[in-house]
């Protein structure tokens, strides 16, 4: 199966930061990566597909990049609502593993 | 709108059995590949299983092969998970996921269910 790491796993930051999120296959992965941000209580949301793909009705200050084992997702100016769980998805072969999700809470 | 709606979830003793469904409306759900995705209390996203639009291909994680399985009908919109020999580490919000695919760009999970409760427990 193929390992994804996140770093960090938590993450404090203040309204109106940039924040880096990072994620590691333990194989390459093309670009068959997504990123999902979950509240507490709730279904993960998509946020970004096919690594740097913005889903539709994200904000365009969630962006992501990368391919092969390495990939990040980039918040700016942080808003009061973003502050959540993100994990990273890949779909390259099954099972598609997550990583272990990063808390990014409200320094 | 889209909308996934899980059921079935509930407490059950190590070594029972329980049916989970999700019933999908506002998609056309017969063309979509489906999957169930679980999460732990406190603990990350974990990929449980899949199955083709047509119900002629399925896949899991090791975990779960022999005791889950995934099913779906595509006359009432829904998809099945079927848990057999549940085990305390099967304690879980199952959620069910559409994915979307496009060739060369992987899958992607949307949208997903509220998700339902499972607990195994004596």
């Known amino acids: 199966d193929i390992q994804m790491t996140q770093s960090p796993s938590s993450l404090s930051a203040s309204v109106g930061d940039t924040v880096t999120i990072t994620c590691r296959a333990s194989?390459?992965?093309?670009?068959?990566l997504n990123w999902y941000q979950q509240k507490p209580g709730k279904a993960p949301k998509l946020l970004i597909y096919?690594?740097?793909s913005l889903q539709s009705g994200v904000p365009p200050r969630f962006s992501g990049s990368g391919s092969g084992p390495h990939f990040t997702l980039t918040i700016t100016s942080l808003q009061p609502e973003d502050f959540a769980t993100y994990s990273c998805q890949q779909t390259y072969i099954a099972p598609f593993t997550f990583g272990q999700g990063t808390k990014l809470e409200i320094k | 709108e889209v909308q996934l709606v899980e059921s079935g979830g509930g407490l059950v003793q190590p070594g029972g059995s329980l049916r989970l469904s999700c019933a999908a409306s506002g998609l056309t759900f017969a063309t979509h590949w489906m999957s169930w995705v679980r999460q732990a209390p406190g603990k990350g996203l974990e990929w449980v299983a899949n199955?083709?639009?047509?119900?002629?291909?399925?896949y899991y994680v090791d975990s779960v092969k022999g005791r889950f399985t995934i099913s779906r009908d595509n006359a009432k919109q829904s998809l099945y998970l079927q848990m057999h020999s549940l085990r305390d580490e099967d304690t879980a919000v199952y959620y069910c996921?559409?994915?979307?695919?496009?060739?060369?760009?992987?899958?992607?999970?949307?949208?997903w269910g509220q998700g339902t409760l499972v607990t195994v427990s004596s």
């Open positions: 194989q390459t992965i093309s670009s068959f």
């Open positions: 199955i083709h639009p047509e119900g002629t291909e399925t």
């Open positions: 996921a559409t994915e979307n695919i496009l060739q060369h760009q992987g899958n992607w999970f949307d949208p």
């Open positions: 096919a690594a740097s």
